[in-house]
């Protein structure tokens, strides 16, 4: 079997027959003196024992675990296209149809509880680190599931924590300074439920956080719920 040879004084490399194994001898190209590397010198490489079932050829018959990155489908984009879609279309539809008081608050709840599946959804996908495993299966609806319930959750400090604070008759009489305020306090408050629920960076869980409230939000005034600075009504 040929042995490898690098000259130390050209550097270059050469093969030679086993048989000059520890002799010496001048180098083919600069002819310097060197001297060839016994048989005892050379490292040997063990490749690693392969215990796994073989087929009659002496293949492998396990399959490497492969990673599955895609998770969110076309299935998942229509679902969550239609679901906007419709929202605009009721909210028109709402806005057409109702009074000075905009439409009635049974249609505000139903319409930010069905928007907060397919927003939570299509936001993970965006948002979610692609250097980790995402979540699959049950485990992945399950999670959309809780997030999308206590987001929808959080209208409910925007509808009564401020008319409590301030004493209003109804949350459309806040300021839109504390309207504001009060936004920022929810983004805060999803984008912790976002970090728990789908252990994402806080800057994500915001991200995460701002799509749903954002869509809700402009569809609501787009509905004609008036959201905040009417006048205040006199308490009799």
């Known amino acids: 079997m040929p042995i490898q040879v690098t000259c130390p004084s050209c550097l270059k490399r050469f093969q030679v027959s086993d048989k000059f194994a520890g002799k010496e001898g001048p180098c083919p190209n600069c002819k310097k003196p060197l001297r060839v590397p016994d048989k005892s010198e050379e490292v040997v490489i063990h490749a690693p024992e392969d215990d796994s079932p073989k087929d009659s050829q002496g293949r492998s018959v396990l399959k490497p675990i492969s990673r599955k990155d895609e998770v969110f489908t076309r299935k998942h984009a229509l679902i969550t296209f239609g679901a906007v879609l419709g929202g605009v279309v009721a909210a028109v539809a709402l806005r057409l149809t109702s009074g000075d008081d905009g439409p009635p608050w049974w249609t505000q709840v139903l319409g930010m509880v069905l928007l907060a599946p397919p927003l939570v959804r299509v936001g993970y996908n965006f948002v979610r680190d692609a250097e980790l495993a995402p979540y699959v299966g049950p485990e992945l609806r399950n999670r959309v599931l809780l997030c999308s319930g206590l987001f929808a959750a959080l209208w409910l400090l925007y509808a009564f924590v401020p008319s409590y604070v301030g004493e209003l008759n109804r949350f459309a009489e806040m300021s839109v300074m504390a309207a504001g305020i009060m936004f920022f306090i929810m983004l805060g408050i999803g984008a912790a439920i976002s970090v728990m629920v789908f252990e994402l960076e806080f800057a994500n869980g915001m991200a995460h956080a701002g799509i749903y409230l954002i869509v809700v939000a402009a ?14 009504e006199p308490v009799f």
Do not use: H, Q, Y
């Open 219 to 232: 569809l609501a005034l787009l509905a004609g719920v008036p959201m905040a600075g009417i006048p205040t």
